[in-house]
């Protein structure tokens, strides 16, 4: 029988997800809708760094916003 190595999954690099993640977050509370076209006309991520950290960068912005309601 043959079998194939498999090659494990490609982790995320943190500082591409962290700062993603930040410019995600200023452009949601600024009003502006995060789209992966926005995400790529407001910020210097390339196409293929949104598509691969797009997700995660998300969750985590979602999991760091702070809203205050007086």
């Known amino acids: 029988m043959i079998t194939f190595a498999q090659e494990a999954p490609k982790k995320a690099d943190p500082a ?4 993603m993640a930040d410019t ?4 949601a509370m600024n ?3 995060v ?3 926005s995400l790529f006309e407001h910020s210097g991520f390339t196409r293929d760094q949104i598509a691969a950290h ?3 960068a998300a969750d ?3 999991a760091t916003a702070i ?3 007086a």
């Open 60 to 62: 985590l912005a979602r």
């Open 24 to 27: 995600m977050r200023e452009m």
């Open 31 to 33: 009003g502006t809708a």
């Open 54 to 56: 797009a997700a995660e």
């Open 16 to 19: 591409i997800v962290e700062m």
């Open 35 to 37: 789209t992966a076209d």
């Open 67 to 69: 809203r205050r309601v």
